[in-house]
C-alpha cells in the first residue's frame, strides 16, 4: 500500500539496509561523543563551543557528534515514506536505541534536575515550594544554574516516579540508571500501542512506527536524555487507544481520561489532546456526555495522584517558572528578542518578549478553539470534505484520523506558541501526525533541524546565536504567514 503524497515510493531493500547501517554507525558514534563529552556529572557547566573545541578532546567530541547526528537524521529522513515492514521498522529503531541506552547522558542536564527533584520529594521536601539548591540535594551541582532555584514544573506522577529512582537507586548513578528505564518504559509502551492505533487510522505500520519511534530526536533525547516526555507519550498513547477501541463506553472514557490524566500528571501540555478524543465516538450532543466521561477520568487521575503524593495542586504553580530560559527557538520569544533588539538600536528597553509571550499564548487559545471546532465539523458532517489521504477508508478510521490529525495539530499549535521550545518538544505531535498526516515533510524537517540544536554535553547552540537566530526566526514567521496568506483563498477549507 503507497500513501498518497507520499515523498518517494518504497525503497529497494538494498537501499533500506544502507540506510539502517548508516543510521546504526551514527548512533554509535553518538554514543561515543558521549562517553568523550556528553553530559557527565563532572563536566564542566556554561562551557561555549569554542572551550569545547579547544579541550583535549574537544575536536574528536564535536567530530563524532556532528557526524553521527547527521548520518542518523540523513537515514531517517531517506525512509520516511516508510521501513520496508512493521518488524523492520522496530528492529531498526531498537538498533539505533541500543548504543544511546549504554551511554552517558546526552543532548541535555535535565537527568540531573529530575534526581535532585525525586531527591528532594523523597527527603520530605516538597519541590513545589523550593529549588533543588534550597533542598539540600546532594548532587545539586550536576543541575544546570538556570534550573537550581526554580520548583519543580512536572506533575506528582513523575515526581513520585524520580523519589522511586531515588530511592532504589541509591547513589547518583543508580538514580540516573533507573530514570532511564522509566523513560524507555513508556517509550515500549509507545511501541506497543502503536500497531492498533495504525490499523483503526487506516496507516500502514511500517510508516507509522518508523516516523515516531526511529526519530532521532526519540534515540537522542529520549534515550540519551532520559527525558520524561517518553513517558507522557506513553500514557498519552495508551489513553487513545482506549478511546478508539471503546468510543462509545462511559467505562472506556472513564479510563481513557483517567490515562490522559497521567500523561498531564507527567508533562501538563498532553492536556491539548482531551477535547479532541471527546469526538471519537461522539455524534451531535453525545459530544458533551463523551467530554464529561473522559474530563471526570482525567479529574479523577489529578486528585487521586494530587493526594497520593501529598502534594496538592503546587505543581500547577512551578509551570509558571518553565519560561525562564529565552530563546529564539521558541517564535513568540523570538519575536520579542527582535522588538527589544531593535528597541536598543534607538535607546528604548522595550521589555518585549514577556508581551509577545502573552500574546502567544492568547493566541493559542484561540488556535486550539479553532482547531477544535473544525474536527467537530469534519465529524460531525460524516467525515465530509477530508483531505485525499482519506479516500476509501472506512469511516470509522476516516474519523479517527480526522480526530487524531486535530489532536496532532493541536500539540503542534502548543510547541509553536510556548514561551520555551527544546529539540525533544518535537517528539510530541511526531507520535500523532505519524497517523494522519499525508504529507510528512512539513513536520519532520523540522524534528530533523531540531536534532542539531544540541551538543553532546547540553550545549544549547541557541545560546550563542540570539540575534542572527531571532531575526531568522522571524523572518521565518513572516514568510509563512504571507504564504499562508496569499494561498488561503485557493485551498480547499481542510488543508
Not at 478511546?243 to 490522559?260: D, I, K, Q, T, Y
Not at 476516516?398 to 517528539?427: I, K, N
Request: proline share 8%.
Amino acid at each position: 500500500m503507497t500513501t498518497p503524497g507520499a515523498p518517494s515510493p518504497l525503497p529497494g531493500l538494498l537501499a533500506a539496509r544502507f540506510a539502517r547501517y548508516a543510521g546504526l554507525v551514527g548512533a554509535v558514534l553518538l554514543a561515543v561523543a558521549g562517553y568523550l563529552g556528553g553530559a557527565l556529572p563532572d563536566a564542566p557547566l556554561n562551557v561555549t563551543p569554542v572551550s569545547i573545541w579547544r579541550a583535549p578532546v574537544g575536536p574528536a567530541t564535536l567530530a563524532c557528534w556532528l557526524v553521527g547526528t547527521a548520518l542518523l537524521v540523513g537515514a531517517w529522513w531517506s525512509l520516511r515514506a516508510g521501513a520496508p515492514s512493521s518488524r523492520w521498522a522496530y528492529v531498526t529503531a531498537g538498533l539505533w536505541a541500543l548504543p544511546l541506552l549504554l551511554a552517558p547522558p546526552v543532548g541535555s542536564r535535565d537527568v540531573y534536575s529530575y534526581a535532585c527533584q525525586g531527591w528532594t520529594y523523597a527527603h520530605g521536601v516538597d519541590p513545589y515550594a523550593v529549588g533543588v539548591a534550597a533542598s539540600g540535594c546532594p548532587w545539586v551541582e550536576t543541575v544546570a544554574p538556570i534550573w537550581r532555584d526554580t520548583p519543580a514544573p512536572y506533575g506528582p506522577v513523575f515526581v513520585l516516579l524520580a523519589a522511586l529512582a531515588v530511592t532504589l537507586g541509591g547513589g547518583l548513578t543508580g538514580t540516573v540508571l533507573l530514570l532511564r528505564v522509566i523513560a524507555v518504559a513508556g517509550l515500549l509502551l509507545a511501541a506497543f500501542c502503536l500497531p492498533p492505533l495504525a490499523r483503526a487510522t487506516g496507516v500502514p505500520t511500517r510508516r507509522a512506527a518508523w516516523l515516531a519511534l526511529a526519530a532521532p530526536l526519540v534515540g537522542v533525547h529520549l534515550v540519551g536524555g532520559a527525558h520524561n516526555d517518553a513517558v507522557m507519550l506513553g500514557l498519552l498513547l495508551c489513553g487513545l487507544l482506549v478511546a478508539v477501541r471503546r468510543p462509545r463506553r462511559p467505562a472506556a472514557l472513564l479510563l481513557a481520561g483517567a490515562l490522559l490524566g497521567l500523561a498531564v500528571t507527567v508533562k501538563a501540555s498532553a492536556v491539548v489532546v482531551l477535547p479532541f478524543v471527546a469526538l471519537l465516538g461522539a455524534s451531535g450532543r453525545t459530544v458533551f456526555r463523551s467530554g464529561a466521561w473522559l474530563g471526570g477520568g482525567l479529574l479523577g487521575a489529578l486528585l487521586v495522584t494530587s493526594a497520593l503524593s501529598g502534594l496538592g495542586f503546587g505543581w500547577v504553580g512551578g509551570l509558571t517558572r518553565s519560561g525562564d530560559s529565552e530563546q529564539w527557538t521558541s517564535p513568540p520569544t523570538a519575536v520579542g528578542m527582535v522588538v527589544d533588539y531593535a528597541g536598543a538600536l534607538v535607546g528604548r528597553d522595550t521589555q518585549a518578549v514577556p508581551v509577545t509571550r502573552v500574546v502567544a499564548l492568547l493566541l493559542l487559545a484561540v488556535v486550539l478553539v479553532a482547531l477544535w471546532w473544525r474536527t467537530w465539523r469534519r465529524v460531525a458532517a460524516r467525515l465530509g470534505g477530508l483531505p485525499s489521504f482519506s479516500g476509501g477508508l472506512p469511516a470509522g478510521a476516516a474519523r479517527c484520523r480526522a480526530v487524531l490529525h486535530g489532536a496532532g495539530l493541536a500539540l503542534v499549535a502548543t510547541v509553536v506558541l510556548s514561551p520555551v521550545f527544546h529539540p525533544w518538544y518535537a517528539t510530541w505531535p511526531l507520535a500523532l501526525l505519524a497517523f494522519t498526516a499525508a504529507r510528512t515533510t512539513w513536520f519532520a524537517l523540522p524534528a530533523a533541524v531540531a536534532t542539531f540544536l544540541a551538543l553532546p554535553d547540553g550545549t544549547n547552540l541557541a545560546r550563542f546565536t540570539k540575534a542572527p537566530g531571532a531575526l531568522a526566526m522571524t523572518v521565518l514567521l513572516l514568510f509563512l504567514l504571507l504564504r499562508m496568506r496569499r494561498y488561503a483563498p485557493e485551498r480547499s477549507p481542510d488543508p
